[in-house]
């Protein structure tokens, strides 16, 4: 039996946990920062990094009291180092290093992405079948990936513009409708039309990659009132008389239709046995719901709060790492721009 605790910083949830033998969650302690941040309608990278240096120690104290765990006990110190915000990770990792120096524990870096997709490892339920596709979809990514095994991943596509989550913190700001904007869209979607606005989605035929930006301008070019036709001026400037459900509704259902269709090409494509949600947008409930109709293998999803960033999936991920043997040196150091790719 071993404990591992997980420390998170990447962006703008300061988080810390701790992890029996990789599925069982002891604690798990995540101090969002999202209400900072709103005014800002997105993160402001410096006031995050200043966050992290106020929370992280009073989130590790929780994290270890409500696991009625000592530090001494866990078998090590797992944290992530990239990809993020170069100023968060800094926290974070140094936070890590003074941990595991000062009580002789071995530290493990982890890797964002990986850490969402190993939050399908806490759900306990189901048993996770290889090769299994995984789709990625969080503020600052979309990716889609096959898993051959642990820590195996084959890159498929990626987005070439914008991130999923980040098109929702978007067009939620066109919409007035505050950050972070994917959940804000979906509560303002419940009572909109889907079919209310044509959007486009991009395709990319014959590969699996993504574009929302196109999609981000129609919505644009609709809220500054011109019609698809360009002419039309529905609703006066200062925005009185916009459809913001109908909008709102319809942009979900724009960006959910191409998660779906090319999540569910690349698994038959390449015969996954499974298919794994993971990342912010995962918690989406219209794509959860239409993964789940369209796809003919069983698709997992982490819970809710589990979707999000957190410190549990760190320490999962963390484990699998620990009984393969990996350590990082002192030398650990951030990755901003760290890429998901096989050990
Ligand atoms: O994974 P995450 O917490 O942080 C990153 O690694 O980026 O993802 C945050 C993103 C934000 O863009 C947020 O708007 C989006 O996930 N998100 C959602 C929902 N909940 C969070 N997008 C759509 N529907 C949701 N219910
Ligand atoms: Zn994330």
Known sequence: MTYILGIETSCDETAAA??????????????????????????????????????IIPVLNDALTQAGVELEEVGAVTVTYGPGLAGSLLVGVNVAKALALAKGLPLIGINHLEAHIYANWLQGEEKILFPLLCLIASGGHTNLVLMTGHGEYQPLGQTLDDAAGEAFDKVARLLGLGYPGGPA????????????????????????????????????YLVRGYGTDGKSKAWNEDGDGLPVADLAASFQAAVAEVLVEKTRLAAQGRGARQVLLAGGVAANTLLRQRMRERINVPVLCPSLELCTDNAACVAAVGWFKFQAGERAGWDLDVLPGLKLTSR
């Open 18 to 55: 701790v992890v029996k033998d990789g599925c069982e969650i002891i604690s798990n302690i995540v101090a969002s920062q999202a209400k900072i941040h709103e005014q800002y309608g997105g993160v402001f990278p410096e006031v995050a990094s200043r966050q992290h240096i106020l929370h």
């Open 185 to 220: 869209i979906q509560r303002a979607a419940k009572d909109g039309d889907p079919a209310a606005f044509d959007l486009p989605r991009a395709w990319l035929k014959g590969s699996y990659d993504f574009s929302f930006s196109g999609l981000k301008t129609a919505v644009l």
